[in-house]
């Protein structure tokens, strides 16, 4: 980016943050498309979230037209191999038997099954995530398609290379910050919740990832309200750009004007 467009940014940057200091959350609710109530239900949720859609499920294109409808952000919730061999498997998932020709064309056709998509996140994945050469054909291929589209990394495994290599092909990428639903009692599903609070507070942004539980619905519905007056949401496209207009921001502040070309 030319010096003037990113000074131009920054100020910017500053303006917006001057007059909205809250810190920003983004809302992620994986696995649509199975259920038409459960989706309905998330979807409901007042705020801009954003909804990772399967492809292939038997309610998928009626949920991402309703969300679309709504103003919400739709993205694909990409199918691909667990380290866990008793995890739920969808048959068109992404797997290690696959050359680079057939996960491209696997891929292609996945993002053609969900319409209005803004971008893409792991379902499942803790397996093939691990690996840069399963990922970056798969990156590759999602630019390919439309270089627009985002990547959220899931992060599934600890080992994920996803959002590494999403950025060396050259898509705009995050990762999220926390789960909300791992267990899902209502009092851990809570402590999840302020976890995230607590990071976005933290750390200026915050992503979270939800699932369409009736607990983790009621949970949000129940806080969501309360949370609005204090922080921001937006979804994951403008958060991703948030966070990379105060990286920029951030490095400007620290770096001696000498330095500055």
């Given at each position: ?68 409808s ?19 498997h ?74 590494a ?11 999220r ?35 369409p ?49």
């Amino acid at each position: 980016m030319p010096r003037t467009w990113t000074i131009l940014l920054i100020v910017f940057a500053f303006g917006a943050q001057a007059a909205d200091q809250r810190p920003v959350l983004s809302l992620v609710i994986d696995d649509l498309g199975y259920s038409l109530e459960s989706g309905q239900a998330a979807i409901g949720l007042d705020g801009a979230h954003t909804y990772a859609i399967l492809p292939g499920a038997t309610y998928s294109q009626r949920l991402a037209h309703l969300a679309h409808s709504r103003n919400k952000e739709v993205i694909l919730h990409l199918p691909m191999q667990s380290i866990h061999s008793k995890a739920a498997h969808e048959t068109n998932a992404l797997n290690e038997a696959m050359d680079e020709d057939e996960l491209t064309a696997r891929v292609h056709s996945l993002l053609a099954q969900i319409p209005f998509i803004r971008g893409v996140n792991n379902h499942m994945g803790s397996h093939l995530t691990a690996f840069d050469f399963f990922m970056r054909p798969v990156m590759d291929s999602i630019r390919g398609y439309n270089p627009r589209l985002y990547f959220l990394d899931s992060r599934t495994s600890p080992r994920s290379v996803a959002y590494a290599q999403a950025i060396d092909a050259g898509l705009s990428s995050t990762t999220r910050d926390i789960f909300l639903d791992n267990d899902v009692n209502p009092e851990a599903i809570r402590l999840q919740y302020n976890i995230w609070l607590t990071r976005a507070r933290e750390r200026g942004t915050a992503i979270a990832i939800g699932h369409p539980y009736a607990n983790t619905i009621d949970v949000l519905r129940q806080n969501l309200p309360e949370a609005d007056r204090n922080f921001k949401f937006m979804h994951v496209s403008k958060l991703i750009r948030e966070r990379e207009v105060r990286r920029l921001s951030a490095n400007r502040l620290t770096t001696p004007e000498s330095m500055i070309q």
